[in-house]
């Protein structure tokens, strides 16, 4: 199937996800009846592409992020821009029989809070989804409830830790009670690389 062309989406940004029901669930950034974004589905066995929401701002938009299906059998996943703080949102995805109910669980605002959302979320065993943030050029992570309470950012890197990296990509794995991730570069010669950071429930530690 085909998601490059509206209104089923453009420029399919995230991974494919196998979903309990059989079919595989994707992300487009672009396109949909609305020109922001899509959630599609896949039929493994014919191929063909079926739109499940086309975003229009309010529940966020351009989502690069798949998605990640939660022990309720929703599936969540984050948007890099609109929604209320106009910085991008977590949203959750409700399969009905009429399509798909979708909710935004938190809006990001750049002036107090993380913003630009791109990462996949990590369902980890403390039952939070986490994810990650460029914050406009550094970076943050953050983890909240599938229900969308008990929201928490944790800075990864910004103007007065600049040494410790930047731009957070990829999911994040949890290993033996902690997250790992990856920061694409550094900003002082030494991590010019990137960085490897571990956060903890009260921490991060790039």
């Not at 609109?82 to 109910?101: E, I, K, N, W």
């Not at 979320?121 to 990650?132: H, Q, R």
């Not at 800075?155 to 290993?175: C, D, I, M, Y």
Request: hydrophobic letters at 30%; one cysteine or more; a neutral charge.
């Amino acid at each position: 199937g085909s998601v490059d062309s509206a209104p089923l989406g453009q420029s399919p940004t995230g991974k494919l996800l196998r979903a309990r029901d059989g079919y595989l669930y994707g992300t487009a950034y672009r396109g949909g009846t609305k020109g922001q974004g899509t959630v599609y589905r896949v039929d493994p066995a014919s191929g063909q592409v079926q739109l499940v929401h086309a975003f229009d701002g309010s529940q966020g938009c351009e989502p690069y992020a798949g998605l990640t299906e939660g022990p309720d059998g929703a599936l969540y996943g984050a948007a890099s821009q609109c929604g209320q703080g106009g910085s991008g949102t977590v949203f959750r995805v409700v399969l009905t029989a009429q399509g798909a109910d979708v909710q935004a669980l938190h809006h990001f605002y750049w002036f107090n809070d993380a913003s630009l959302p791109i990462c996949d979320l990590t369902l980890a065993s403390d039952g939070y989804l986490y994810g990650c943030t460029q914050d406009r050029g550094y970076g943050s992570a953050f983890r909240i409830l599938p229900d969308g309470r008990d929201y928490n950012r944790f800075v990864l890197a910004g103007w007065r830790t600049p040494s410790k990296g930047a731009f957070p990509w990829g999911r994040l794995l949890e290993h033996e009670g902690a997250l790992w991730g990856t920061l694409s570069m550094g900003v002082y010669s030494e991590y010019s690389a990137g960085t490897i950071y571990k956060l903890t429930t009260t921490q991060a530690q790039p």
